[in-house]
């Protein structure tokens, strides 16, 4: 993959821990395996979220002009300006200001640009934006960027991927709310574990960069394989992830990553009755259901943001109890999302 085709997301040089270095050791023997499938995942396929996927953008306000720094690839480093700010807010997600730089000479100009991303950045997963305070927005035909609590955004390089420009976020949101190096929500060891684990990388940049890239060029492969045939992907280019990255996607599915809007989350993906340790559906949380196996279930919400089906011991059931609608348990769960094959 040539330079602009690599979304390269390091803004700065992430200092290594020793639990990070212990990471890097244990992912780096994957290399010696198979070569990787894919050069760069966020150029799989445009089709993954296009124009017509649901966004969680509410409202863009312009919130006035303020001294604001942000990187800036044209500078290779910080720069402050009197920037325009507005504020986007995005249903059951924290507010993130986008902050536009003044080279577009107006309010309106500005607004264009801000209301545009806004509703890109309101189809990426809302677990992948859990940690973005601000979108920086340049003019420019520079690789986009995250970390630091931001996403990087050059226009000249936006407009000429434009196809790809929401796979290309996806793969920033990951490094700025999911990678460990960015304090992000994967478990570092239990990434670790997993990178050593599977036999090697998703992609060549991965490689390359395991350290840097391996969270946010995984995260991508992660999405489509959750989206199944509504991903874009052929079969083969589907089994082709799970078969490389088995552990990694084990580690995703473990951190219990909220997917919407892009699919509801958590979704059913088996057809089979309720049974203790089993998932159940976000709208059954509180709902008790009575199985002739195992007597009343009631649907929990786990410290860990996993839904499970538990046991409800129930003595002497209270009569309104017997009058709940029991989920016929030979009929198959409504799937709220394709299952993956």
């Known amino acids: 993959m040539n330079g602009q085709r690599v979304s390269n997301a390091s803004l700065v040089r992430a200092i290594i821990s020793p639990l990070a270095l ?40 312009f919130a006035g002009v303020a001294r604001r720094t942000a990187y800036d690839r044209r500078a290779n480093g910080w720069v402050t300006h009197n920037s325009y700010v507005f504020r986007g807010t995005f249903r059951e997600s924290r507010p993130i200001d986008f902050v536009v730089n003044p080279e577009f000479e107006s309010q309106e100009a500005a607004a264009a640009q801000a209301g545009r991303f806004a509703r890109v950045v309101g189809q990426l997963p809302r677990g992948c934006r859990t940690q973005i305070d601000a979108v920086w927005i340049h003019r420019g035909d520079e690789n986009f960027g995250g970390g630091n609590r931001a ?48 036999e090697t990388f998703i992609s060549s940049y991965a490689a390359e960069f395991p350290r840097r890239e391996d969270v946010a060029e995984s995260f991508l492969p992660y999405v489509m394989w959750k989206l199944s ?13 799970e078969r490389t990255i088995p552990h990694r996607l084990a580690a995703f599915e473990s951190t219990a990553i909220d997917l919407r809007p892009l699919l ?29 196996p195992h007597g009343w279930l009631r649907c929990v919400k786990r410290s860990d943001g996993r839904l499970l089906w538990r046991l ?5 059931p209270p009569e309104h109890h017997r009058r709940l609608a029991v989920r016929d348990t030979g009929n198959p769960f409504v799937r709220l999302a394709p299952a993956r094959p």
């Open 312 to 316: 409800q011991p129930m003595r002497r």
């Open 264 to 292: 509801d989350w958590p979704r059913l993906k088996f057809a089979s009755s309720p049974a203790p340790g089993r998932e159940c559906a976000l709208d059954d949380i509180g709902r008790k259901v009575k199985t002739a």
């Open 151 to 198: 996403l990087l955004i050059h226009t000249d390089y936006a407009d000429e991927n434009w196809e790809y420009v929401e796979e290309l976020l996806v793969h920033e949101c990951a490094h700025t709310s999911l990678d460990p190096a960015w304090s992000g929500s994967v478990d570092e060891r239990a990434w670790a574990d997993a990178a050593g684990q599977d």
């Open 22 to 61: 212990s990471a890097l050791i244990m992912i780096a023997p994957a290399a010696r395996a198979d070569p990787p499938p894919f050069d760069g995942t966020a150029w799989i396929s445009a089709a993954v979220l296009t124009p017509q996927s649901p966004s969680d953008v509410m409202s863009v306000a």
């Open 229 to 241: 045939g509504a991903s874009g992907l052929s079969s083969e280019q589907l089994a082709t992830i």
